[in-house]
């Protein structure tokens, strides 16, 4: 289009829209005629608009002119007579210059027609100040097409507010702000106004200010200019006041905290020598386990809450004719919960069953991993119970932010999963006895019930004050696993396996407690037995007994179960922690300290025959046997271990696999 109202077109129409829908469109235009003559063209100058009620500054402005006559094209004319179209435009001219200056361009075309058509009819017609100003704030808000009667409701066609009505209100308001009024005098007005316009929305503002000029007199006395003018000098001092006194106040607390800072510097300084001093507090958690001179692991009992495994229970044991494993003789598992109510199930001929687990972080298993499955299988060989191993493959990948859920040979954890599955299996556990399950693939049925039913009984606060959840770098996940990891405790989380009705124990490393103490917790709360739990001491790291060994981290100290006997060699050789004196001659004086040494810590473990363990602490801690020789020693049985698992699980398979993952089997 290139007359001269494209302007205006422009304003019902975006800049991009095609000539050929804009035609289609405006025909369909509510009360829309056609353009205007040429001759009536040549009147739209500034003087023209001028004389239609645009102040002299607007009338000069284009894009105000433009808007206002496209919103003068829609008045819906009686004929095309041009003296007809100037008589109307005239007439309607403040209310469409209203419009012009205060519509927005995202107001649909069909509302602005709407508009234009209420304003120009003769009875009922939008022609207030106030019923403009509604109905423009209606149409601004509206995103839809808007009816007659809703604008008309919204513009408050045929309320009328009377005189007494308007009268009061202003008495009302002012009643409820004699405060006010007292304190500011007639500034208070305007704050009055602006109440009682919020009563009376479609009240005459002129009748408004007239009513409530007089209300004021009546209450205060007439205003002058120079009350006025006193009032506005007695404000500003008041602020000035205000102002200096809010200086002050900040000035006094800027020094009371320097002085409160200076105070807590000197304290701190003078404690520099004595904090330095003090020992680092132990953290044992599912996820880190950090001790400055090795775990205490009384002290863990004290703070857990757990019972010390005592000898009384182990005699229990042999008279059920149960051998006693090394782990046991030797305070390796050295705590426990209820254990002592598992023998009585095996006394009075109730069975139960073993759970454990494995968090697969990485795709082969070391050494220190061997723990609790060596002493698992031991448990249900010797009590002949069923076992459940879960692979927590959804909590490693919450926790550890390299891993993927997918089969990729470095990432993922569900390649992962299958290759320690393998080195599980391989340690000889009874194929009919035992369910070994990943959450990711077994969650759902018996088992999700028992998740949300422990869900529902856990606290956030709890779950924070147990794990040491920290609120900044933690995700959600690991907040919830505490649920996850509560099912297995269950028996009818296992329908396919178990009766429902049996006791629970739960063989793990001790930084594994805090998760069975909620779920111990809430067992009676859902109808269940309590789990018993045997923990176990940490395998400690090749560097020290400050932490445990890690197949994620410090991977070039820690022996895997696929290092060949030159790597285990290596290792152990360089960086296997030494309780021995820096030089030979103190050593044969002083001898090694056993409690600290990684070598003789290591033979604890996996040396099973007693009376050479201990001819080799005796021999040693005398001086009698040097470093190099008791790591010898101690490569020797790490390869023996190995190569023995090494050639058990070259024979499990996929379908092993597979086969112990199963829930084709019934309840034994």
């Known amino acids: 289009h290139t007359s001269p109202h494209t302007p205006a077109k422009k304003l019902l129409f975006p800049a991009h829209t095609h000539p050929k829908r804009l035609q289609h469109e405006y025909k369909y235009i509510p009360f829309c005629r056609p353009e205007p003559s040429h001759a009536m063209e040549e009147k739209m100058t500034p003087e023209y608009f001028q004389s239609l009620g645009l102040p002299p500054h607007q009338a000069k402005n284009k894009k105000v002119c433009a808007d ?11 004929s095309d007579a041009a003296d007809d179209m100037l008589k109307q435009q005239q007439r309607f001219g403040k209310a469409l210059f209203e419009a012009a200056t205060k519509l927005k361009p995202t107001v649909l075309p069909e509302n602005r027609a709407l508009y234009v058509q209420l304003v120009c009819r003769d009875e009922k017609a939008i022609d207030s100040p106030e019923q403009i100003a509604s109905a423009l704030h209606t149409l601004n808000k509206s995103e839809q097409p808007l009816t007659a009667e809703q604008l008309e ?14 009268a009061a209100k202003i008495q009302e308001v002012m009643t409820e ?4 009024i007292t304190a500011e005098s007639h500034d208070a007005k305007l704050d009055v106004l602006k109440l009682v316009k919020a009563s009376l929305p479609f009240a005459s503002g002129s009748k408004l200010k007239q009513l409530l000029d007089e209300a ?15 009032r506005k000098k007695d404000k500003a001092k008041a602020k000035k006041q ?26 701190a300084q003078a404690a520099t020598g004595a904090a330095s001093a003090e020992k680092k507090e132990q953290v044992v958690t599912p996820w880190e386990v950090e001790a400055e001179d090795g775990v205490d692991y009384m002290k863990l009992i004290d703070q857990f809450g757990s019972s010390k495994l005592t000898p009384d229970l182990l005699e229990r044991m042999e008279k059920l004719n149960v051998p006693v494993h090394h782990f046991l003789r030797r305070g390796i598992f050295f705590s426990h919960r209820d254990f002592d109510q598992v023998l009585d199930c095996v006394e009075q001929g109730r069975k139960f069953y073993l759970y454990t687990g494995r968090g697969p972080s990485s795709d082969s298993m070391h050494v220190g991993h061997l723990i609790p499955f060596i002493f698992t299988r031991y448990l249900q060989k010797a009590f002949n119970v069923p076992l459940v191993i879960q692979m927590t493959d959804d909590e490693k990948y919450l926790v550890k932010q390299y891993l993927t859920l997918d089969k990729d040979p470095t990432t993922g954890v569900e390649h992962m999963l299958y290759e320690n599955a393998k080195d599980i299996i391989a340690c000889g556990f009874d194929p009919k006895l035992t369910f070994l399950f990943s959450d990711l693939e077994y969650m759902g049925g018996q088992f999700y019930k028992n998740v949300v039913r ?3 009984k856990i606290t956030v606060n709890q779950a924070r004050k147990c794990f040491g959840i920290n609120d900044v ?7 919830n696993f505490v649920s996850v990891q509560a099912a297995p405790a269950f028996p009818s989380s296992f329908p396919h396996m178990l009766h429902g009705d049996e006791m629970c124990l739960i063989p793990c490393a001790i930084d594994q407690d805090p998760y069975f103490r909620l779920t111990r917790d809430v067992a009676p ?23 445990k060994m890690s197949s994620s981290t410090a991977s070039g100290t820690t022996v895997f179960l696929t290092d060949t006997p030159e790597m285990i060699k290596e290792k152990v050789e360089k960086h296997a922690f030494s309780g021995a004196p820096t030089t030979l001659k103190e050593h044969r004086e002083k001898g090694a300290n056993l409690d600290i040494d990684v070598s003789y810590q290591y033979l604890t473990f996996f040396l099973e025959d007693d009376e050479e363990l201990k001819r080799i602490g005796d021999a040693y801690s005398s001086g009698q046997m040097t470093s190099g020789e008791i790591k010898a020693k101690l490569v020797s049985v790490l390869c023996d271990i190995v190569q023995r698992h090494k050639e058990a699980r070259a024979k499990i398979t996929d379908d092993d696999v597979r086969a112990f993952m199963s829930v084709d089997r019934t309840p034994v």
């Open 68 to 78: 206002f006559a496209a919103l003068l094209q829609l008045i819906p004319y009686p």
């Open 153 to 166: 409701q919204a513009a408050g066609v045929g309320i009328v507010v009377t005189e007494q009505e308007m």
């Open 177 to 180: 702000q004699n405060e006010l």
């Open 216 to 230: 004021f007199d009546a209450k205060l006395g007439p205003d002058s200019k120079e009350a006025a003018a006193a």
């Open 242 to 267: 205000q102002e200096k006194e809010a200086k002050k106040k900040e000035e006094a607390a800027a020094a009371e905290a320097a002085a409160a800072a200076a105070a807590e510097a000197a304290v």
């Open 454 to 456: 422990v869900q529902k």
């Open 473 to 479: 770098e933690d995700n959600i996940g690991k907040l």
């Open 525 to 547: 709360r859902i109808g269940n037995n309590k789990p018993a739990l045997l923990h176990s001491k940490f395998f400690p790291a090749m560097t020290g007994s400050q932490t």
